[in-house]
C-alpha cells in the first residue's frame, strides 16, 4: 500500500517511530469531510480538530480517490518519473503532514502551517532523492531540486488566502535543500549518512531553530 511505504520512507529518514496507520486516517470521500472543508478543491488535505478544551485532537488525511488510482497504476516506489511525480508529490505531502503532526503531537509540541509546509516540501526532494538513488544507483539526480522548486508555482486559489506563507516555505525548503545537494553531490562514501544525521536533527527543531539552521547554512 503506497501511502504506508511512503510513511516507512519518511520513518526511515528521520528516525521516526510509526506510532500511527496512515490509513487508520484516511479519508477519500470529500462528502465526509467537515462542512467547513467541503467545498475545498485540493486533492490532498490534513484535517485538525480539538475539542472545546484542547484535551483531545482530531486528524484526518483527506486524498483524491483518482489520484490514489492514478498511483497504484503507475506505482512511484518501483519508478518514479516524469509521468508520476506530480500526484507522488501530492500523497507525500499528505503523508508528510500526517506523520510530522502525529509525532509532534506525541511529544506535546505544538506545530504551526509554516512549520508543516516547510518540512512537507523538504521531504518531496529528499524522499524523492533517496527513491531515485534507490531505483538508478549509478546517477545522481542533479535535476530534482530544479524540478521541485523552480519549476512550481504556488496556486493562490488552493493557497486559501495563504500565499506568502506558502512561498515562504518553499523558499526556505529550496535554500536548505540545495545545502543538502552540495553536500550529497560531493565525493566520499560518508556524505549520505552525514546528510541523514542532519536530517534527523533538524526535524526534531522548532520552526524558528529551523529557519536559523538554513539560514546559517545558505
Not at 510509526?18 to 477519500?28: C, E, G, N, Q, S
Request: net charge negative.
Amino acid at each position: 500500500m503506497i501511502l504506508r511505504q511512503l510513511q516507512e520512507l519518511i520513518g526511515g529518514i528521520y528516525d521516526v517511530p510509526l506510532a500511527h496507520d496512515v490509513y487508520d486516517f484516511l479519508v477519500t470521500d470529500r462528502g465526509r469531510l467537515p462542512a467547513a472543508v467541503r467545498a475545498g478543491a485540493s486533492d490532498e488535505q490534513l484535517i485538525v480538530a480539538a475539542d472545546a478544551d484542547a484535551d483531545a485532537v482530531g486528524v484526518s488525511l483527506y486524498l483524491d480517490p483518482g489520484l490514489l488510482a492514478r498511483l497504484t497504476a503507475a506505482d512511484p516506489m518501483r519508478a518514479l518519473h516524469e509521468g508520476n511525480v506530480q500526484d507522488y508529490c501530492t500523497a507525500l505531502e499528505g503523508v508528510s503532514h500526517f506523520v510530522y503532526f502525529a509525532w509532534n503531537t506525541g511529544h506535546d509540541k505544538a506545530v504551526s502551517l509554516h512549520e508543516l509546509e516547510l518540512q512537507a516540501e523538504i521531504d518531496k526532494y529528499v524522499t524523492s532523492y533517496w527513491l531515485l538513488r534507490r531505483q538508478l544507483p549509478a546517477r545522481f539526480p542533479a535535476e530534482l531540486r530544479r524540478l521541485l522548486f523552480e519549476r512550481t508555482r504556488v496556486d493562490p486559489t488552493l493557497a486559501a488566502g495563504r500565499v506568502e506563507l506558502y512561498r515562504s516555505a518553499s523558499r526556505y525548503a529550496e535554500k536548505f535543500c540545495r545545502h543538502l545537494e552540495r553536500s550529497l553531490s560531493a565525493p566520499g562514501r560518508d556524505s549520505e549518512q552525514q546528510v541523514l544525521a542532519e536530517l534527523r536533527r533538524f526535524y526534531r527543531l522548532s520552526d524558528a531553530r529551523k529557519l536559523a539552521h538554513i539560514e546559517r547554512h545558505d
